[in-house]
Each structure stands twice: as C-alpha cells, then as structure tokens.
C-alpha cells in the first residue's frame, strides 16, 4: 500500500467491504503492508467515480475531502472515520533490500527482516478479531522471492498467518 493510491476507486470499494464486514460486531485490524519504494505505475490515478457515492455516501464523501485537500495519506485513513473508530492499525514500511541480495546470506538476512517485520505487526494486531491485509498487488507469485526488492509489493502465503483473526468461522445452516 502506497499513500499515493489513498481514495482512489479501489479505496473506496475495500474500505466498503470492511465497514460492511466489521460493523459493529468485529473488530478490525488493518495492515498496511507499506511499500516504500519509488512508484512508477499509474496506479491510484482513478479517484473520480461519483456513480458509487449512492452506494456509500458518507463514504464517498470522506474520501472526497481526502482528494479534494490532497492529503492522500494512511494517516488520513486512521484518524478520519474512513473504517470503524476501534480499528487496530500497523503501517511501518515492510523491509526493502537497499541493495540486491546476492548472497545467500543477505539473502537470508532480508528473508528474516520480513519475518520480523510480520511477528511485530501480528503482535500489534493481537487484539483484533479480523485483520485485513493490505499489499500494494497481492499474494506474490511463484517467480518472487523474499529477498526481491519487488518483494515489497506482496505477501507471500506463509505471511497471512492461519490464525483467530484471519478466519472468520463459517457454519453452513442445518438442513433438517
């Protein structure tokens, strides 16, 4: 997650589902899965869409103020009633190699800078009934290691942690 793609269309569909998903019920914990890197996509460049504003007005709205102040932050996010006021945030930036791991040491070091980086935001988010994960394009593919500096932009299926706040149980009704 990058604060440039802060209010964008997608934004407001995610933090749709996550207001909708949480309520009143749950609370939510949201890892910004940070990428610090410089950012040559165009992505977060779709921040006009006022035929969702009927879906979610207040919504819209205080996403609207975010674009029209241009203060597209995480910050903005956290502090502005976008998600539920008990929401739990992490939002340091995930490690990036400075430079490429060539060894298989540094290669292993990095790997360890990450594993750190999730047992530090999971620890922060231990309180919290479900924890959305927020990384700027996914789970990693295959092709993708650890110690990339593309590595930023994913999390790898071993990081989303089989735990009481990833899994929100599901009991299909009884049929009798």
Not at 80 to 91: K, M, S
Not at 132 to 159: M, Q, T, W
Request: aromatic residues 10%.
């Amino acid at each position: 997650m990058r604060d440039s793609y802060v209010a964008d269309v997608g934004d407001f569909g995610k933090y749709a589902l996550l207001n909708a998903l949480a309520g009143n019920d749950l609370r939510l914990g949201v890892l910004w899965c940070r990428n610090s890197m410089a950012d040559t996509t165009q992505d977060g460049l779709f921040i006009e869409y006022p035929e969702l504003r009927a879906c979610d007005p207040s919504l819209y709205d205080l996403l609207a103020q975010i674009l029209k102040n241009n203060q597209r932050t995480l910050t903005q996010v956290e502090n502005n009633d976008i998600l539920p006021a008990n929401t739990l945030f992490h939002g340091t930036a995930i490690p990036a190699p400075k430079i490429p791991c060539f060894s298989d040491a540094a290669r292993e070091a990095q790997t360890r800078l990450r594993a750190a980086w999730f047992d530090e935001a999971f620890t922060k988010l231990s309180e919290a009934d479900v924890v959305f994960l927020d990384p700027d394009n996914g789970l990693a593919p295959s092709r993708c290691k650890k110690h990339l500096r593309s590595s930023v932009k994913y999390i790898f299926e071993d990081e989303n942690r089989p735990s009481r706040q990833s899994v929100i149980p599901f009991r299909p009704p009884v049929v009798s």
